[in-house]
Structure formats: structure tokens, C-alpha cells
T-cell receptor
Framework: ETGVTQTPRHLVMGMTNKKSLKCEQH?????MYWYKQSAKKPLELMFV???????ENNSVPSRFSPECPNSSHLFLHLHTLQPEDSALYLC?????????????FGPGTRLTVT | GQNIDQPTEMTATEGAIVQINCTYQ??????LFWYQQHAGEAPTFLSY??LDGLEEKGRFSSFLSRSKGYSYLLLKELQMKDSASYLC??????????WGAGTKLIIKP
């Protein structure tokens, strides 16, 4: 049990659908992250929130829209996705943004875009 | 550009020792992390190095040489449950983690 939960665990959606991924952390952390993990590729950082404020947006297409209503919850809203967006989407949290704080990951949402 | 290199796959025998190397080129350095990821599961933290030298934690040790841009993860007394991917990540000057693609470690009886 890592203390970070994600729902749904699996999602299949068409290119015209709108869906949302949810992440919740029960660790009292202040920073939360969205990552994309594709097969045999490095983890790609998408968004970073610290104390509910977005600090990074790594050139992510606008069809991905994050939302952080409080320090415990993070959403990723999806619309008009492309097949190449199929991947494992991982949420993570850490105590803060300082270098020594390790990140705790959720189990991920396996997304398939048809 | 920023780059993390690690072998794609390694094979080792149960009970043996294996060393997984990681070399990096990043804009700044604020520490190096190793994570373990079993198939279909979340990555979990193994170690953090920010100063040169060896950090030992049970059967796992991690080494860092900042001047060489090099780290390794050493796993001793390998067990079947150690079969997993091992991810190397460096925190750059913007305090963002730059990740390697991971090394898939296969343990054979």
C-alpha cells in the first residue's frame, strides 16, 4: 500500500470521448505529479503541483488538462485524444519539491485510445 | 539536451550479485534516485545519492561519482522477487526528475 490511489485502473476511450483520471494521496504531501509511461521509454513528467499551484507544464498538449482542487487530490481531464496517447499514466506525490524528497507513486491508469 | 543511459536488459542468477550502471548528462545536479518497478506495478523508491560514494541499504547499495556522471545499483544475494525494472533518475537544476528508460532485470534459478 503506497498511500497513493488512482482510478480507474484501466480505461478505453475513443478519440472523441471526454474522460477524467483521478488521483488521491493519503500521505499528507504537498506536491503532486502526473507522469506518462510508454513502453521502453523514460517516464515523462507532464504536470507538477505544489500546494495546489501548478509549477510545471512540460509542453503537454492542451487535450490534457490537469486540476488540483486541494493538496490531496489531482485530476487529469482528457478530451479528443490520439492513439499515441495510449500509455500508463502515473500519479505521484512527495513531501515537497526539495531534492531529497522521494516520490511515492500510485498504481497507474492504463489508457487505451481507440 | 539531458540524457540518462542505462542498459535495457540484464540477466543474473539467483544468489549472485548484479551491478546496474547509469550514466547521466543533465543541466545541473540535485541528486540521483533509483526506483524499482515490478511489471504492472508502481515504481517504488530504493535509494538517493547526492554526495559521492556508496550508500548501503541491506542487500542493495548505490554508488555515485558526480565528476564522472555515473552511478550504479548493486544487488547482492539475488532473489527471484528482484526480477523487475530498475529506474535511474536525476534531479536537475530546476528540481525536476529526469528519468532513464529503465533496466529490466531477469533472475534465473
Amino acid at each position: 500500500e503506497t498511500g497513493v490511489t488512482q482510478t480507474p485502473r484501466h480505461l478505453v476511450m475513443g478519440m472523441t470521448n471526454k474522460k477524467s483520471l483521478k488521483c488521491e494521496q493519503h500521505l499528507g504531501h504537498n506536491a503532486m505529479y502526473w507522469y506518462k509511461q510508454s513502453a521502453k521509454k523514460p517516464l515523462e513528467l507532464m504536470f507538477v503541483y505544489n500546494f495546489k499551484e501548478q509549477t510545471e507544464n512540460n509542453s503537454v498538449p492542451s487535450r490534457f488538462s490537469p486540476e488540483c482542487p486541494n493538496s490531496s487530490h489531482l485530476f487529469l481531464h482528457l478530451h479528443t485524444l490520439q492513439p499515441e496517447d495510449s500509455a500508463l499514466y502515473l500519479c505521484a506525490s512527495s513531501q515537497g519539491l526539495a531534492s531529497s524528497y522521494e516520490q511515492y507513486f500510485g498504481p497507474g491508469t492504463r489508457l487505451t485510445v481507440t | 539536451g539531458q540524457n540518462i543511459d542505462q542498459p535495457t536488459e540484464m540477466t543474473a542468477t539467483e544468489g549472485a550479485i548484479v551491478q546496474i550502471n547509469c550514466t547521466y548528462q543533465t543541466s545541473g545536479f540535485n541528486g540521483l534516485f533509483w526506483y524499482q518497478q515490478h511489471a504492472g506495478e508502481a515504481p517504488t523508491f530504493l535509494s538517493y545519492n547526492v554526495l559521492d560514494g556508496l550508500e548501503e541499504k541491506g542487500r542493495f547499495s548505490s554508488f555515485l561519482s558526480r565528476s564522472k556522471g555515473y552511478s550504479y545499483l548493486l544487488l547482492k544475494e539475488l532473489q527471484m522477487k528482484d526480477s523487475a525494472s530498475y529506474l535511474c533518475a536525476v534531479m536537475d537544476s530546476n528540481y525536476q526528475l529526469i528519468w532513464g528508460a529503465g533496466t529490466k532485470l531477469i533472475i534465473k534459478p
